[in-house]
């Protein structure tokens, strides 16, 4: 009967639409991935991010677009992905522009490059019809159904060229169905988020998307995470959107852990809490904040200093507090150097304050966070500081990009500290709590060391094998922690509740590690 429904309901909603277009005979062969293997693909998930966003690559953007997709040929001026494919006619037009958008717009040279200036990730925003199957597309979409076909091989090329160069790849919900803010960039130029508003249909189709997404890309060793969606309104239903959509994803992939970001919906404080309060069933969880200071009329009356004092302090404090509450699993998804004209002091080039005052972002992203990614890659003529290519070019962003996305570092001297190191920070955890007379956790503090040595270990495994720093501190002792409890079969109650002592240790070690790395100058922020 159900079945029956749906079918009566497709035949209505299809009422008026165009015939599909034949299947496309441009579809490339999708990729072999290697097998997944869970020491790389700890290391590529769990290490400190330094990267970029891939815009208007398979969710187009009309102020990014290239040259090709801003012809003369179309009908009118566009904004968003829909705008675009109304635009164009027929619509084998729109499918073959998009088609060789997706082949050359990033390829793999620029993958090369981008590993050559340190970045080690990127953030890949996709709208939902380039992943939906044609049946799925929704909305105006509908009539579209055959101009993605080849879409998804496209997509899954992107992620195999990144792997060559080491580069991880968070993949981004950046378009739901019916749109999940009022923005052009999430697909549609309504001003309406009608992923919310149009009931369970739209987001039976999202949960269905994500599905696919994560079934596909968890066993993916260079994929980092998956982002549930773009710049969601704060809408009432959002958290049991999450909720549910996290439940569903962690029930299809019960067997690798794939990092799921929610985006913050400009409060940080708000979705740190949700997510601390969720965190034993959402297990790795990201919180994604995007920090601009530049769109506002109160960025605009704020002066550059004022813009590098709110960062250094109170936004340093707010990312630092956040990190704390959820086992430092924050990233800042999109930021970028721009102040807006009217924050530039007068007779001050705009260049040399934003290269400063990008300096200083990158700082505070170093120390609070566990990555971050620049807004964005490459725009329509790479001709201003929106483009990090143009950034690169006229050095606001210096080479080799602060952060250190690869360490290169002799780590001999490292390893040779690891007793002395292990044995003093023991000492001192020993001491503070038998000043406290607390004799159980003295009695437990053996797991204080078992954590110190197995961090002082992984840690140098992430520098010494894929030249990499741990980011996701916090998560990665967490996991640690709990195999040292399943392993203590015969102690399981004192195992659990000093599983603390194992992450603390294991922390300290991870740090010592970092502190070695920049006392050796191969940290550069």
Not at 304 to 312: D, F, G, M, R, S
């Amino acid at each position: 009967m159900a079945q029956h429904v749906k079918s009566f309901f497709k035949k209505i909603e299809n009422l008026g639409q165009p015939e599909p277009l034949p299947p496309s005979a441009n579809i490339p062969p999708a990729p072999q991935f290697d097998p997944h293997d869970p020491i790389v693909s700890e290391a590529y998930r769990h290490r400190k991010h330094v990267g970029v966003n891939l815009g208007c690559l398979f969710c187009l953007e009309g102020w990014l677009a290239p040259p090709a997709l801003k012809s003369n040929s179309l009908q009118h001026n566009w904004q968003s992905e829909l705008d675009y494919l109304e635009a164009c006619q027929p619509r084998e037009a729109a499918r073959d522009s998009l088609e060789n958008h997706w082949k050359s717009f990033v390829t793999e040279k620029d993958f090369e490059f981008l590993a050559s200036v340190g970045i080690n990730a990127v953030r890949v925003p996709i709208g939902y019809w380039a992943v939906a199957d044609r049946d799925d597309l929704v909305g105006p979409f509908r009539k579209f159904q055959g101009v993605y076909d080849a879409a998804w091989n496209y997509f899954l090329i992107l992620i195999h060229n990144a792997a060559k160069y080491n580069i991880g790849v968070l993949v981004d919900l950046h378009g739901a169905p019916g749109g999940q803010n009022c923005d052009s960039h999430c697909g549609v130029s309504g001003g309406q988020a009608q992923l919310f508003r149009l009931g369970s249909h739209n987001q039976s189709v999202t949960y269905k998307v994500l599905n696919k997404l994560a079934t596909t890309l968890a066993p993916i060793n260079n994929v980092i995470g998956l982002e549930l969606l773009n710049e969601p309104q704060d809408d009432s239903s959002l958290p049991g959107f999450y909720i549910e959509a996290i439940r569903q994803i962690r029930q299809a992939t019960p067997n690798i852990r794939v990092p799921l970001y929610i985006g913050d919906c400009w409060n940080v404080d708000k979705y740190t809490e949700f997510i601390a309060s969720h965190q034993a069933e959402f297990d790795f969880c990201v919180l994604d904040t995007h920090q601009y200071f530049c769109h506002t009329p109160a960025d605009h009356a704020k002066t550059a200093e004022q813009h590098t004092k709110h960062l250094t302090t109170g936004l340093k404090s707010k990312l630092a507090n956040s990190a704390r509450a959820i086992r430092g699993s924050v990233v800042v998804g999109e930021w970028s150097v721009v102040l807006n004209g009217k924050s530039i002091p007068k007779g001050q080039h705009d260049g040399k304050v934003m290269k400063d005052f990008g300096m200083a972002e990158y700082k505070v992203w170093d120390e609070t966070c566990a990555g971050q990614f620049y807004w964005t890659y490459k725009t329509a003529d790479d001709g201003w500081y929106w483009s990090f290519i143009y950034c690169l070019k006229n050095n606001i962003i210096p080479k080799p990009i602060p952060g250190t996305g690869f360490v290169n570092a002799d780590t001999r001297d490292i390893k040779s500290r690891k007793n002395a190191s292990l044995q003093a920070a023991y000492n001192e955890h020993v001491q503070f709590w038998s000043q406290r007379a607390a004799q159980h956790v003295v009695d437990n503090a053996w797991r204080f060391q078992e954590g110190f040595a197995m961090g002082y270990d992984v840690a140098l495994r992430f520098v010494d094998n894929f030249k990499s720093r741990v980011g996701f501190g916090g998560q990665l002792a967490h996991e640690y922690a709990a195999q040292h409890c399943m392993q203590d079969h015969q102690h399981q109650k004192d195992a659990q509740e000093n599983a603390w002592q194992f992450e603390h240790g294991f922390l300290q070690a991870v740090r010592a590690i970092e502190q070695g790395l920049r006392e050796a100058g191969a940290i550069q922020c």
